[in-house]
């Protein structure tokens, strides 16, 4: 049976990723998540699986060198998949140096336990011992309207501390693919959408804001333009690259799914409109008065599009849901979990929500 260490796991993506894996191979692999449960990381995403037998949930930060060569001591790890991170550009805008730590540091003590546990006396790695870095489009930097892709070749120019600390991390990797012969590859994905997002990014606040009557905040001239991919395709795109790629490679992953930010708070008011019954007292105060364009982010890069031509040829992956039935699912996720809502915007998120927004 083989053994997957997956960090950030009680996160958006790699929740999802583990309750992928779980419907595919069923009882044929064994997941350990390790988490630090910051305010991101939140159980509740996996109770369906907390119970398997080949689950097994560690609560431990990945900068804690000693933890994680222990998680390495005591199993024997196959494949890493490796999620945990700081995630949101205006919290890294705020306060940079977490990021730092979790992204770069946290990242270093991985690919070293790593490496420990791994590498045989001659410099060589069992076969089939991998590590997969989960990353952004982000760290390509921004592109001008309607012209250009992100291509796994164009060079990295991050603006925000977010997405520095992920390109200092990707470097990180890549070193320990050019020194140590390390195996592993990165995933270089655009933005995600999906259940279990945390309500600070742009799609679940706009749907958690709508369905309460609250203003809906749009940064600047709402223009700005990402490339949006259902968190599932990520997931499946993740686990082809790590049994199909060749390593060493980087894969870019995207949705083929360009929209302004106007218009995707437009498609959620229009998709609650038709989504919720006339019965339900919601449906008289979701509409699009509630559009405020508020000041924008700083250092907002302009646009993101990845050309997901190599992952497409070689491995033969792409996106497979439609943004509008994407964006329908996911709408009818939150219905369906507004304890989860209700559960992840009380406490901490309301502080930061008047930090961070005056609307
Ligand atoms: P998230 O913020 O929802 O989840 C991050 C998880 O990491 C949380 O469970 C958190 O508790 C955990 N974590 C944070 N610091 C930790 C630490 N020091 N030790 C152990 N665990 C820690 O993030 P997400 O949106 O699920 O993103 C997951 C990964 O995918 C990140 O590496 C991110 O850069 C990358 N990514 C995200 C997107 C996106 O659109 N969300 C797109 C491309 C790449
Ligand atoms: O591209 C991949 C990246 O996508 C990931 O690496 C990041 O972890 C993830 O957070 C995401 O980054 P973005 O900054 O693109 O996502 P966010 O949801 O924060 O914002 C999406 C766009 O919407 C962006 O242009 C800023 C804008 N925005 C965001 C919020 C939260 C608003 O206009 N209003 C808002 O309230």
């Known amino acids: 049976m083989r053994t997957y260490l997956v ?3 009680a996160g958006f993506i790699g929740s999802n990723y583990i309750h992928y894996m779980f419907r595919k191979y069923g009882d044929q692999i064994r997941i350990i998540n390790v988490d630090k449960l910051t305010y991101a990381g939140n159980l509740e995403n996996l109770t369906e699986v907390e119970k398997l037998p080949n689950y097994t949930f560690v609560k ?73 870095h989960v990353s952004t489009d982000e760290v390509y930097g921004s592109l001008p309207e309607g012209e250009g892709y992100f291509y796994e070749t164009t060079p990295y120019s991050p603006h925000s501390p977010y997405s520095s600390s992920k390109a200092g991390s990707d470097m990180l990797v890549k070193a320990y693919m050019d ?23 742009l799609i679940p606040l706009i749907i958690n804001n709508a369905l309460n009557g609250k203003k809906l905040p749009v940064y600047g001239d709402g223009k700005n333009v990402r490339d949006w991919l259902y968190v599932e395709d990520h997931a499946k795109a993740i686990d082809m ?28 008011i229009e998709t609650l409109q038709e ?27 302009r646009r993101y599009a990845i050309a997901p031509d190599k992952i497409k040829a070689e491995i033969g992956w792409e996106p497979e ?26 406490g901490d998120y309301q502080k930061y929500y008047e930090t961070m927004y005056t609307v």
């Open 7 to 9: 960090t950030g796991g």
């Open 60 to 132: 431990a930060d990945i900068c804690d060198k000693e933890a994680i060569s222990g998680i390495f001591a005591e199993n024997d790890i196959d494949r890493v998949v490796h999620f945990a991170a700081e995630s949101h550009v205006d919290r890294s805008i705020k306060n940079p140096e977490v990021f730092v730590q979790t992204n770069v540091l946290g990242t270093a003590v991985m690919l070293n336990a790593a490496r420990a546990a791994w590498e045989k006396e001659d410099g060589t790695y069992p076969e089939g011992k991998k590590f997969l």
């Open 179 to 201: 020194t140590y012969h390390f195996p592993a590859n990165i995933t270089n994905c655009s933005n995600n959408y999906g259940p279990y997002q945390f309500p600070e990014k």
């Open 241 to 268: 690259v790590q049994e199909q790629g060749r390593l060493f490679e980087t894969y870019n992953v995207g949705g083929h799914n360009e929209k302004q930010n106007i218009q995707i708070v437009e498609i959620i």
């Open 275 to 301: 989504m919720l019954p006339d019965s339900d007292p919601r449906k008289a105060h979701v509409s699009k008065d509630l559009i405020t364009y508020v000041e924008d982010r700083k250092g907002h890069d």
């Open 321 to 346: 849901t439609m943004f509008k039935d994407g964006i329908k699912k996911t709408i009818r996720w939150y219905f369906e979990h507004e304890d989860w809502m209700k559960n992840v915007t009380s």
